[in-house]
């Protein structure tokens, strides 16, 4: 029978062939997939964080002509800046229309009921929205511009009011009668407080206190008086919101007055607070009160809050910034937050905020001076008066407190006793000023995988090396499939055991976790050794392969043996408490879930993740290479020394930074088994936050758009960066053992 030369000598399985073009496609495919993805996320996370890096801006929305505009002593603006309101110096406030719509129409005139002539006028803290005019009896009138909200026809509607928050009746500041020529005040709960320099030059401090007679139910005003002993003419008076501080400026000194009791007024500290060459034109206290702002001739504006001295605690400059020179220079601040606005005779607007240290905007906002400054509630708009003209400014600046230097520097916030770095993003009080850095939770993290890896590497490794090349093959099949079995637990339960059961437990027995890391390698050594020494008749009973099972009682019996010696340790070495000793003795913080905790945790883990991969590139290598070198005379030792671990050295640096890839993005284990404190200190024996429990604490009860959810999306992406860097340095030194190696 002859062959067709024509027809091919082999059958072509065309379905196969189909099946091996189709599962090409779909890997390439999945890879770009995968590509995109990763693309997306990172594009995504970049859309979010950033308007936190954008520029402050301020623009004219209009301005219309104000009559007497000289009278006018101070100004406001509501909420939602469609109505602002001017208050002249006979008691009269008038309130105009702001909104786009009806701009400038004139809305309404109220007259404060005033017992006496205006001799002066004074505004509280902004937040406090309190505006009060000084009378020529010795008397203080305080009032509040209000609005009542209603849906007629189902229209908002603003119906502008006068309030008294204290009651139409004044405040006799002076029971000499002395007319009010300078004052400062503040109504704080049930207590107001106002420090005011009278006609005949005495600086007066007056309390009242609001109390319910209890037969008539009327309030009534139990006062306390104060003569403050201040040398020289009083330029400005000041008074903290909360009425416990008190501030006299004379000239370039600033006199501070503790007032927290009344009839136990005493100066604390005198400040020659002028800056070289310059003299001080104004001051004003930031946004929480606890930081005076003082403004120079020379254009320089300096902060100064108390810390902590050794002579107790003091004000202290802490930082300046620099503005235009001009001899009139005025300071105003925010409702809430540490920015503040300079103006001046110039006509020039300054944009700052402090603890960034960062100015935000400058710019000409009128031709001629300033006379009158106020900002809106939510710090989104802002009017002046200048050139008899009220302008409403538009103020773009969402997140001022957001700068490099705060994320990635040390920053000294109010009341600290030096520059830090200081996570702390959220707190009760309206006074508090966010701390974003994210260096202590970027360093927490790094921390919690070394002491991870530091626990992981050496065991997975180890084990990787033992169970592919001299495990025998049926102990090899039992073993890795179990410590594979391992990677699916999930880390919620690790993270839960040791929380709740790990950290208790090496907080009580620390002597014998500490004896347990030291005895067991030394055990397991001693036994090797012991072992080496038996005759060989004896050796020869246990199968080549499986001499490590006869570990398994002596890692139990040094357990034992450790938790049975602990309590005599502790006696012994520790007078009874390791906690009191490494505190007292050492100087050492030992919190109870801590990083030895996390690293044990954490590193039980990742073992799975090194080993499964180590143990696959060691036992992948060739077997010719081994026998070849075993056949040259090389031992074991040698041939898996200078051969093995060299041919599957890429596999095994792949697996440890797949084991640190997996520690730095942990979550859950470090959630729950540490205190979640963003403190930088690489002591064992104290906890730390990373990067992802950072963001799954605090993501959920952050405001969407906040500067707070911004940053924990930098925080995501920070760990993204973390990742990828891992990975790329990975793949590289990976690609350049395989080049190096493959030719074996």
Same mark, same amino acid.
């Given at each position: 029978?002859?062959?067709? *030369? ?94 786009? &719509? ?36 010795? $008397? ?22 006068l309030g008294y928050p204290l009651g139409e009746m004044a405040l006799e ?67 903290? /919101? ?11 000194? #600033? ?37 005076? =702002? ?14 902590? @001295? ?129 260096? *202590? ?16 590497? *050496? ?5 990787? #090396? ?14 890795? /499939? $179990? ?7 999930? $880390? ?11 950290? /208790? ?18 055990? #397991?050594?001693?036994t090797a050794l012991g072992w080496n020494k038996l005759p060989a008749v ?108 060299? $041919?599957?050295?890429p596999g095994i640096f792949s697996a440890v930074m797949m084991g640190l ?15 979640? @404190? ?20 605090? =993501? ?27 990975? @790329?340095? &990975? ?12 030719? =074996?």
């Open positions: 029978m002859t062959s067709n *030369p024509n027809k091919p000598t082999f059958n072509t399985d065309r379905s196969r062939l189909f099946k091996d073009r189709f599962a090409k496609f779909g890997i390439t495919a999945g890879g770009i997939m995968v590509l995109i993805a990763l693309l997306l996320i990172f594009f995504y996370l970049l859309y979010v964080v950033q308007p936190i890096f954008e520029s402050a801006k301020v623009e004219k929305r209009a301005s219309f002509n104000v009559a007497n505009a000289e009278q006018i002593v101070g100004l406001g603006v509501e909420e939602q800046t469609e109505v602002a309101y001017l208050l002249d110096d006979q008691g009269q406030v008038n309130f105009y229309s702001v909104d786009k &719509a009806k701009f400038g129409k004139k809305l309404k005139t109220l007259n404060a009921t005033l017992p006496a002539q205006v001799t002066s006028f004074a505004n509280s803290a902004p937040f406090q929205g309190h505006y009060a005019y000084g009378l020529e009896n010795g $008397t203080v009138t305080i009032v509040a511009p209000k609005f009542l909200v209603t849906f007629p026809n189902n229209e908002r509607k603003l119906t502008p009011r500041v002076d029971e000499q009668g002395a007319a009010i020529k300078r004052f400062a005040f503040s109504h704080y709960e049930d207590k107001t407080a106002v420090v005011a320099l009278t006609a005949d030059k005495r600086v007066v401090f007056s309390s009242f206190v609001a109390e319910e007679n209890m037969f008539t139910g009327e309030v009534e005003w139990q006062v306390e008086r104060t003569e403050l002993n201040v040398d020289g003419r009083v330029d400005e008076l000041l008074m903290s /919101p909360d009425t416990t501080r008190t501030f006299v400026r004379s000239a370039n000194q #600033i006199y501070v007055f503790d007032t927290r009791y009344p009839s136990e007024v005493e100066q604390i500290q005198l400040l020659s607070a002028n800056e070289e060459n310059a003299n001080i034109v104004s001051s004003q206290l930031l946004a929480g009160a606890n930081s005076l =702002m003082l403004a120079n001739d020379n254009g320089e504006i300096s902060q100064w809050f108390e810390i902590n @001295t050794d002579s107790g605690r003091e004000f202290q400059k802490i930082r300046s910034f620099e503005t235009t020179k001009q001899s009139k220079l005025n300071i105003f601040t925010e409702f809430y937050r540490r920015t503040f606005f300079t103006t001046g005779q110039n006509g020039e607007l300054g944009l700052y905020y402090t603890t960034s240290e960062a100015k935000l905007w400058q710019g000409k906002v009128s031709d001629g001076e300033i006379e009158q400054f106020a900002i809106a509630p939510r710090s989104n708009a802002a009017l002046i008066l200048a050139d008899n003209k009220l302008t409403v400014l538009e103020i773009h600046n969402e997140h001022p407190e957001v700068t490099w230097s705060a994320l990635w520097q040390e920053v000294w916030y109010e009341g600290y006793p030096e520059p830090g770095y200081i996570w702390q993003s959220t707190s009760a009080s309206d006074d508090f000023e966010s701390k974003f850095s994210l260096v *202590p939770i970027s360093f927490g993290t790094l921390k919690a995988a070394m002491y991870a890896m530091l626990f992981a590497v *050496p065991i997975a490794i180890s084990a990787a #090396i033992y169970t592919a090349y001299f495990m025998s093959s049926e102990l090899r099949r039992v073993v890795k /499939p $179990t410590v594979e079995i391992m990677e699916a637990l999930p $880390t919620v339960i690790l993270g839960f055991l040791a929380g709740l059961w790990l950290a /208790p437990l090496i907080e009580e027995h620390l002597p014998a976790i500490v004896g347990l890391l030291v005895l067991l390698p030394l055990g #397991i050594l001693a004896i050796r020869h009973k246990i199968p080549e392969g499986s001499h490590s099972i006869l570990l398994i009682p002596v890692v139990l019996f040094i357990g034992w043996l450790s938790f049975a010696m602990s309590e005599s340790i502790e006696l012994w070495m520790f007078d009874g408490n390791v906690r009191q000793y490494l505190t007292n003795e050492l100087g050492m913080t030992f919190d109870q879930r801590n990083s030895l905790v996390v690293g044990i945790a954490m590193g039980f883990a990742v073992i799975p993740t090194i080993f499964s991969i180590a143990e696959d590139a060691v036992f992948s290598v060739p077997k010719h290479l081994s026998n070849g070198s075993l056949a040259l005379g090389a031992t074991q030792w040698q041939t898996l020394i200078r051969v093995v671990l060299l $041919t599957a050295s890839g997996r520690a730095v993005g942990e979550t859950m284990i470090v959630l729950m088994a540490t205190g979640n @404190t963003p403190i930088m200190d690489w002591s064992i024996f104290q906890g730390m936050r990373t990067l992802a429990a950072n963001i799954a604490v605090e =993501m959920p009860e952050s405001e969407v758009g906040s500067s707070h959810y911004r940053i924990l999306f930098l925080a995501a992406f920070v760990l993204f960066i973390f990742t990828f860097i891992f990975n @790329t340095v &990975a793949e590289f030194v990976r690609q350049q053992l395989r080049e190096k190696y493959s030719s =074996m």
